[in-house]
T-cell receptor, first 114, second 115 residues
Framework: AQTVTQSQPEMSVQEAETVTLSCTYD???????LFWYKQPPSRQMILVIR??????QNATENRFSVNFQKAAKSFSLKISDSQLGDAAMYFC???????????FGKGTKLTVNP | DTEVTQTPKHLVMGMTNKKSLKCEQH?????MYWYKQKAKKPPELMFV???????INESVPSRFSPECPNSSLLNLHLHALQPEDSALYLC??????????????FGEGSRLTVL
């Protein structure tokens, strides 16, 4: 079974600084996708960034980027120029191609200090 | 602004009640999902509907009954629930196109309390 591990239950960062959230996963599949989802307090969960396993290039979305290390099965999220609105629970997630099932990690609560 | 609308936002019910949670999306998505989320935990998949047919049931107890009347609507019928069923119930949808696998759009959730 596929598993997703987020080893940092909580992280904090100063506004305008950079923070990296860690995620590792375990799979024997070759066709899969990785995601970071953000869930702000009392607001809906939104997709931050996605990565196809077959792509070597790391995905980037504005201030958000990933470091995808396929051999190490590592998928970390870097948030640059952190903003107060980045404070949220961040979930790393995995989906085997065609499965329609997201497997979530336990989440990392990010606090942004002014 | 959320494009997946869930009602009600809050629901309190007794163990003998029958109630329903509703979810609606108008993005033309062909897959819809129900997730259950306990406090400080990740969402847990309950059901998936693809093209209005139930494609995944994660061994959810029969006191939860999903229904997909059409491609835009998803209901979750609740009957004889237990206090441990209290949670945030999230609805989500996805387009299922190959370039957007796993890109789910979530509603704000229905917070259910079972007394």
């Amino acid at each position: 079974a596929q598993t997703v591990t987020q080893s940092q239950p909580e992280m904090s960062v100063q506004e305008a600084e950079t923070v990296t959230l860690s995620c590792t996963y375990d799979t024997s599949e070759s066709d899969y996708y990785l995601f970071w989802y953000k869930q702000p307090p009392s607001r809906q969960m939104i997709l931050v960034i996605r990565q196809e396993a077959y792509k070597q290039q790391n995905a980037t979305e504005n201030r958000f980027s990933v470091n995808f290390q396929k051999a190490a099965k590592s998928f970390s999220l870097k948030i640059s120029d952190s903003q107060l609105g980045d404070a949220a629970m961040y979930f790393c997630a995995y989906e085997r191609g065609g499965s329609e099932k997201l497997v979530f990690g336990k989440g990392t609560k990010l606090t942004v200090n002014p | 602004d959320t494009e997946v609308t869930q009602t009600p936002k809050h629901l309190v019910m007794g163990m003998t009640n029958k109630k329903s949670l509703k979810c609606e999306q108008h993005m033309g998505h062909r897959a819809m999902y129900w997730y259950k989320q306990k406090a400080k935990k990740p969402p847990e998949l309950m059901f998936v509907y693809s093209y209005e047919k139930l494609s995944i049931n994660e061994s959810v107890p029969s006191r939860f009954s999903p229904e997909c009347p059409n491609s835009s609507l998803l209901n979750l019928h609740l009957h004889a629930l237990q206090p441990e069923d209290s949670a945030l119930y999230l609805c989500a949808s996805s387009s299922m196109t190959s370039g957007r696998v796993g890109e789910l759009f979530f509603g704000e959730g229905s917070r259910l309390t079972v007394l």
